[in-house]
């Protein structure tokens, strides 16, 4: 199953992979075909229906506002989050989009975005249908994506078909599972990070490669380093303050602390800073999901900050690393919180947190898988109920936590020798029958949990 290392971690806005940049990027699909098909000129309406949790936890979500900005031709990695305010105003007050900045179309949000809370389409929780009319209110072209989970988008023929993901790319080392992984790793008798290397070949060069996650791990400090020195309140009406820039100035005053516990303060105050950032909609790594964006990132920071002599090389393995695991819950499980609630996205990136800083510290493949393992057994059943819909409570006080157990989940693994009596593989099973079995209140709908007993303001 070809996917890149590189998949799992796109730079784009906040606040939600699922719910803004899938959206934004079904949007811009739609946006492509029509222009691909030679149908732009002839489009007089585009109407959006959103169904299920995108309708439920949409407009806390943004999802009005990532439509908005894929069908005028933006795509999450192309959109500075300074323009994103200014122009849906314009679009909002003329009532009047422009379709790839070329034509334009009246467009009522009352009339042409359309909510469907209480309808599900078949095949994912988060249904959204395009459809462009011509002259005389005759269809053009009507076309129903899904928003998988981490900005993947799958459209509705592929998923008919089953084809989710094209096996385009052969890998040298193909796996589904952690198991496979590990037969490879002692079978040839590469590292885990080797085995990867290997894989990632297979889609560019290892100078891209590195080049790439480089420039990742740069957008992840900026967001950090913007997140600790923005100060205020959170858009969306929760009236949530940003902490970050608080700890920092606090951890400031406090300078070289006895407290064995001040690393806990200084890896919350980093998965704060880009949970606010991911909140206020700011330009974030997608890590597995945007909901969870905060977790690797402070691990790596806590990987560069406080251990010993951490190098770039480590911070290139721990991307390796901690992507692989997220390709193996999307492929076993889903990394979809409306499929699975939190698991799907903190306890994910918990997980793949956990593996990466194993890797960069030299673990073994088996201390690594354990890390991995670890980091999501204590997740199962973590459910999504944000409150107000938006991607504040408890989405991002929970990342302080993932980063935590994720930092305990990898020396643990590492003070053992690898053995251990439940797989990754176990565990992943163990997560996708829990989220089946979760009620759907609790995931990603705010219909349940916290978003029913917290009063809203
Ligand atoms: S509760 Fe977890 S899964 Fe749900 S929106 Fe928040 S971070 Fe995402």
Same mark, same amino acid.
């Given at each position: 199953?070809?996917?890149?290392?590189?998949?799992?971690?796109?730079?784009?806005?906040?606040?939600?992979?699922?719910?803004?940049?899938?959206?934004?990027?079904?949007?811009?699909?739609?946006? &492509?075909?029509? @222009?691909?098909?030679? =149908? $732009?000129? *002839?489009?007089?309406?585009? %109407?959006?229906?959103?169904? +299920?949790?995108?309708?439920?936890?949409?407009?806390?979500?943004?999802?009005?506002?990532?439509?908005?900005?894929?069908?005028?031709?933006?795509?999450?990695?192309?959109? &500075?989050?300074? @323009?994103?305010?200014? =122009? $849906?105003? *314009?679009?909002?007050?003329? %009532?009047?989009?422009?379709? +790839?900045?070329?034509?334009?179309?009246?467009?009522?949000?009352?009339?042409?975005?359309?909510?469907?809370?209480?309808?599900?389409?078949?095949?994912?929780?988060?249904?959204?249908?395009?459809?462009?009319?011509?002259?005389?209110?005759?269809?053009?072209?009507? %076309?129903?994506?899904?928003?998988?989970?981490?900005?993947?988008?799958?459209?509705?023929?592929?998923?008919?078909?089953?084809?989710?993901?094209?096996?385009?790319?052969?890998?040298?080392?193909?796996?589904?599972?952690?198991?496979?992984?590990?037969?490879?790793?002692?079978?040839?008798?590469?590292?885990?990070?080797?085995?990867?290397?290997?894989?990632?070949?297979?889609?560019?060069?290892?100078?891209?490669?590195?080049?790439?996650?480089?420039?990742?791990w740069?957008?992840m400090e900026?967001?950090m380093?913007?997140?600790?020195?923005?100060?205020?309140?959170?858009?969306?009406?929760?009236?949530?303050?940003?902490?970050a820039?608080?700890l920092?100035?606090?951890l400031?005053?406090?300078?070289?602390s006895?407290d064995p516990a001040h690393v806990m303060d200084y890896v919350s105050m980093w998965a704060l800073a880009v949970n606010?950032?991911?909140?206020?909609?700011?330009?974030?790594?997608?890590a597995p999901?945007?909901?969870a964006a905060g977790v690797v990132p402070a691990v790596l920071k806590y990987y560069k900050t406080f251990t010993r002599d951490p190098?770039?090389?480590g911070v290139?393995d721990f991307f390796?690393v901690a992507?692989?695991m997220g390709?193996?819950?999307?492929?076993?499980?889903?990394?979809?919180?409306?499929?699975?609630?939190?698991?799907?996205e903190v306890g994910v990136a918990c997980s793949m947190a956990a593996a990466g800083l194993t890797a960069a510290l030299g673990g073994?493949?088996?201390q690594i898988e354990n890390a991995a393992e670890i980091g999501m057994e204590h997740h199962?059943?973590l459910?999504?109920?944000?409150?107000?819909?938006?991607?504040?409570?408890?989405?991002?006080e929970r990342n302080t936590m993932g980063a935590m157990k994720a930092i305990n989940a990898s020396r643990l693994a590492l003070f053992g020798?690898g053995?251990h009596?439940?797989?990754l593989?176990?565990?992943?099973?163990?997560?996708?029958?829990?989220?089946?079995?979760?009620?759907?209140?609790?995931?990603?709908?705010?219909?349940?949990?916290?978003?029913?007993?917290?009063?809203?303001?």
């Amino acid at each position: 199953m070809s996917i890149s290392v590189l998949n799992m971690f796109s730079i784009g806005v906040g606040p939600s992979s699922s719910h803004t940049v899938g959206p934004m990027r079904a949007a811009k699909q739609f946006l &492509d075909l029509l @222009i691909g098909d030679n =149908l $732009l000129d *002839q489009v007089v309406r585009v %109407k959006v229906d959103l169904f +299920g949790s995108l309708a439920l936890t949409g407009h806390g979500h943004g999802t009005d506002k990532a439509v908005l900005l894929g069908l005028t031709g933006y795509t999450p990695e192309g959109t &500075d989050p300074e @323009i994103i305010e200014p =122009l $849906l105003n *314009q679009i909002r007050s003329q %009532k009047e989009l422009c379709l +790839g900045e070329t034509k334009s179309v009246t467009f009522t949000e009352e009339r042409d975005l359309l909510f469907h809370k209480d309808r599900f389409l078949p095949f994912h929780p988060n249904g959204i249908r395009f459809t462009a009319y011509k002259e005389g209110n005759g269809e053009l072209l009507m %076309k129903v994506y899904y928003s998988v989970g981490g900005g993947f988008v799958v459209a509705h023929d592929q998923a008919k078909s089953g084809k989710i993901v094209q096996e385009e790319i052969k890998l040298p080392y193909p796996f589904k599972t952690g198991d496979e992984i590990l037969v490879h790793c002692k079978e040839s008798g590469l590292s885990m990070v080797e085995l990867i290397r290997a894989n990632e070949r297979a889609f560019r060069s290892d100078e891209e490669t590195d080049a790439a996650l480089m420039k990742i791990w740069e957008v992840m400090e900026a967001c950090m380093e913007r997140g600790m020195n923005v100060e205020g309140t959170l858009p969306g009406g929760l009236n949530v303050q940003r902490r970050a820039p608080l700890l920092r100035k606090k951890l400031d005053e406090r300078g070289n602390s006895q407290d064995p516990a001040h690393v806990m303060d200084y890896v919350s105050m980093w998965a704060l800073a880009v949970n606010e950032e991911n909140a206020a909609g700011g330009r974030v790594v997608t890590a597995p999901t945007n909901g969870a964006a905060g977790v690797v990132p402070a691990v790596l920071k806590y990987y560069k900050t406080f251990t010993r002599d951490p190098t770039d090389q480590g911070v290139i393995d721990f991307f390796l690393v901690a992507g692989v695991m997220g390709i193996l819950f999307k492929l076993g499980a889903s990394i979809s919180a409306a499929e699975m609630g939190c698991m799907g996205e903190v306890g994910v990136a918990c997980s793949m947190a956990a593996a990466g800083l194993t890797a960069a510290l030299g673990g073994t493949a088996q201390q690594i898988e354990n890390a991995a393992e670890i980091g999501m057994e204590h997740h199962l059943g973590l459910t999504c109920d944000p409150v107000m819909g938006l991607v504040q409570i408890p989405c991002i006080e929970r990342n302080t936590m993932g980063a935590m157990k994720a930092i305990n989940a990898s020396r643990l693994a590492l003070f053992g020798d690898g053995t251990h009596r439940v797989s990754l593989d176990q565990v992943i099973g163990a997560m996708r029958e829990t989220g089946r079995n979760m009620q759907s209140i609790y995931k990603e709908t705010s219909q349940g949990g916290l978003a029913v007993n917290v009063p809203e303001c």
